[in-house]
């Protein structure tokens, strides 16, 4: 019989606990618990069922990055085959793990912001035209309001 494939969405909890074989093969194992919502058609809202605790182990470089980058409180998503059902837990051998992006953002090594997007950006400022240097021609008239817009605005406009 083959070995049951389960995928799991759930929370980091604890620490995560990192081992190394005599050969020198990495081996880590958490905690995970995966808390299913079920619909109360009553209450018409979702309630919380029972929790789900679940012991993972995962080997070699699975091992080394979700020891680097699971805490405990991650949300995840699992993929393994379960090894064994005891002590009130299920046993699985972790084929791959992602972080749940519902309540955060991840970033990989390659989509990483340089350091220099956190510089403050200065924007060149564009050149401002020149005033005309040359006179403008006169047209013989003043360049004064008409008499009747000092009056106006001496008597402070009705």
Request: proline share 10%.
């Amino acid at each position: 019989m083959a070995p049951s494939v389960r995928h799991v969405s759930g929370t980091v909890t604890g620490n995560v606990e990192v081992r190394f074989t005599e050969t020198g093969i990495a081996v880590c194992r958490f905690r995970l618990t995966e808390t299913p919502t079920q619909w109360d058609a009553d209450a018409r809202t979702w309630r919380n069922g029972t929790p789900i605790p679940y012991i993972c182990t995962a080997w070699r470089d699975l091992a080394h990055n979700a020891t680097e980058s699971l805490v405990n409180g991650v949300s995840v998503l699992v993929k393994g085959r379960i090894t064994a059902i005891r002590d009130n837990s299920i046993y699985l051998s972790v084929d791959d793990i992602g972080i749940s992006l519902r309540g955060r953002i991840a970033y990989t090594e390659t989509s990483l912001p340089s350091p220099a997007a956190a510089a403050p950006v200065t924007v060149p400022l564009a050149p401002q035209p020149k005033a005309p240097t040359t006179p403008r021609p006169t047209t013989g008239r003043e360049s004064r309001p008409p008499a009747w817009w000092e009056k106006k605005r001496a008597a402070r406009w009705p």
